[in-house]
């Protein structure tokens, strides 16, 4: 049987003040309230009530995967190189990556996730269409050299992940295994109180096609996404697809010279003529694998170089440099306009549609041109939705305005398709005799960084404020500090104990009933039972960590109602 | 609730051969069976039916540490240099540490234990005597570059262990901490059904005061230790202290020299005499710390040098090499002798006690002497017991003979005293209101080196056969093959998970019955039940997977067996 935790006994310090490096609620809490303790950037110790927080997330992740079928497992952290170059991965993750050598100079690294060895795993331990489908787990510590560590354990450089892996012969097995995910994650996600919503994502570097990501709204989430307060339409900032603008019925006339001096930026321009910026065309030049091409967005407008990036994978794009104008007599800095561009690619955002009219460089210095139509006065040779996306944006589905809203990524769910497989050459043997390939899917939770959702959809401004499910216990017993009080205190800690409520009991000599209060506030466990001025009647006060609300009970009262 | 483990779904692939590079027992089994998969030298991969008996053995000693109420933490393995540098193990440590460099090129070693972490945590959490003792565990994944990575999970170079570590304000406090520990690791021992011995030990690179292995004799073990038949005296064979031998009452002539030439080796020597061993004393040149030290022992005897060296330690003990020599004509090579060696330290074995007669070299070429007597002809600096261990020796406690037998070191209790409270400057406020320095004990379990160790101790030449708190399922139902005993065994099976019996079933189609009881033996879990030949009639048949003894049975004294 489990143990009533002694607050005299458990190693538990809470800080009156806020960690001088905190910038976020669940990292000042997570800290002044004794869960957490930090080793380095990005590298934090879980202590007890910090571990009974991570077992409970653990534990509702495990029970879920487990009810969908899925197989746990544990696979190494510390892995060879091999795999990983296979898999072109060495090399992409660069420097987020922690790289180490082997006494005898073998290259290892440490797993910022699994894909490639579990589709090792797959390859050796199946071997025929009747081993799959299979889908395996692991509950692990992950390691990402991140850049910025911060914000404490919702962006660590190790953390804890629980990651699955799905192995089918066919799509549709892959679009079962994803839709079981799915629809785990939401049981999970509901279960652990976490406030959340499903949206569209790009996949990045783990290269798939479908994928959503699970996100947890909140003021210190690192992930933007927008949100259509008409239809169901949600979706990652850097996914959101922007359907081709419709171009006015009445064509303009013939294209027009302008004599615009000393106005090479939008907003130098728009000043000159009086127009909005919304009238004028803005073409960023790049460079995409080295060759020069110009991107063309409506003025008012910046270019996404994250989104741009992503949907022209693997090419590399990078910003052109002042020597890439030497010898290019057609490129005229600040004045370029697609009209007259016949050496170079031009690549522009859906709202530059056929017909549309537009106010741009001229390709001569201090001049631009009006009147300049899409599909008349140039061609657009790739369509590609690259603009920030901004609040009020049209909904790709309904044409409402977006919302725009910070979150913190919990979930991913990807549908790999044959990446992977087709790298280690990943088959088994089909009804019909012939080798399959097979096709996956990965999935991931979070699960040190779903304690930090919680913790900042969930508190206030007196603490931590945990959903029953999660919290360190059911209930926090204040002695108040008499010695009958404590006696009270103990004794109907013991029978809860007993009759399988989970408690924390403040049971401390010498510390004041205000620090106690304080303290139980601060470490937010969701019910709070007072031994105090009553005490000698056996009667004591339960008090919602949440509502507030307060009520004098008796002891059997108060068993009845924490067992209700 | 759990669900029935269906061998249909379930990532289990058995392997009729052993691993080609496999040497132990466990080791064969293990990977035979499907529980683990290597991945590299090492690291190992715990597949679902490995999980299953990790995660047994981990809930054992999770129990029986919150009982003695330890505090479960989760500290990182991804550690900065400085605390080891503090303590001076990030040097000693050598080739055995993994160690990397961050994005920003700051030093990190891979957690191999954590005295230096823990210190660190309760420097920050503790302040006064109030807060201690305190006892604080994880069970986390480790890490350490071995040599010689082998035997499978037995010596692994990433594996989960149980550290704990203990602080207390008294001597006596540890020594309570330390009694809390050692019972606490027979009950975890006793429970997992591992057959094991306590000895006493050396402390090695921990650095501390008292020590105890707990070892489970295995011939695959890598420890050697000895055993008293007589008393209760056992230690691992570095740790055996032997008493000064006593030296005959009569006193023999004066020295001798013999004329003995070509016999540089004590073979030779004593061939030439006619004389045992026994009867000559051998004299090793060593530096210490670059300085040339001889040390004697009977001819008959080894020198253990890592014995030596951790009797030493921190200084170094290195071989002479030729080179040593040189200018040295008082070193005459092979007939080297303790009398007359004015300018050399002369080291010592017990058995070279005062009163005590040998032959050895006179330090002339091809010369030795006899009747030379230790205290009377030379001077021994010091007394070290340096000998390799032998069958037979002595117990230092009742003299009786000594048997030596090979086992796995599978726990390890250190009170550490203040070694590493002294680098960190761990204090707390004393009861008298001034600091007081912490002193500490570290305990460890080698928890994927048990299910290792319990494999070597259960398992036969059919496979593996674990007791039935640690395996993967209480009862393993295999349907012979036909749709009618399929359908019992899935009946029986849901029957049995409803009652909370752990169930493996083998429901796989179009697999041989003959396999499939292959399969039950090998991966070992204790009751084997069979939907066979009498299956129409709802009887069954349970096997003893260790005994062999078979019973039919029908499906209601089936089930009240398995719950019994």
Redesign the interface.
Known sequence: M??VQRM??????TLRDDPADAETLSHKLLVRA?YV?R??AG??????L??KV?DNISRVVREEM??I?A??????????KEAYEASGRWAEYG?LL???K??KGAD?L?GPTHEE?FTQ??K????SY??LP?M?YQIQ?K?R?E?RPRSGVLRG??FQMKDSYSFDTTDEGLAESYALHRAAYIKIFNRLGLDHRIVSAVSGAMGGSASEEFLAPAAAGEDTFVDCPNCDYAANTEAVTFKAAVAPADAPGAVEELDTPDTPTIETLAAHLGVPASATLKNLLVKIDGEIVAVGVPGDREVDLGKLGEQLAPAVVELVTAEDFEGRPDLVRGYVGPQGLDKVRYIADPRIAAGTAWITGANKPDTHAKNVVAGRDFEVDDYIDVVVVEEGDPCPNCGTGLKMDRAIEIGHIFQLGRKYADTFQLDVLGQQGKPVRVTMGSYGIGVSRAVAALAEQTADDKGLSWPKEIAPADVHVVAAGKALQTELALSVSEQLNAVGVRVLVDDR??VSPGVKFTDAELIGVPQILVAGRRSAEGVLELKDRRTGEREELTVEEAIARLTA
């Open positions: 489990a143990q005299s006994k458990l190693m538990v310090k004794g303790r080793n380095a590298i934090w110790s879980w202590l007890p910090g571990k991570l487990d009810a079928g197989q746990e497992v544990l696979l190494p952290a510390l892995l060879p420097d922690f790289r180490l082997d006494r290892y440490l060895i795993t797959v050796d331990q199946c071997s009747k081993d299979v395996l510590t390691y050299d850049a450089r190790e000599p010498g």
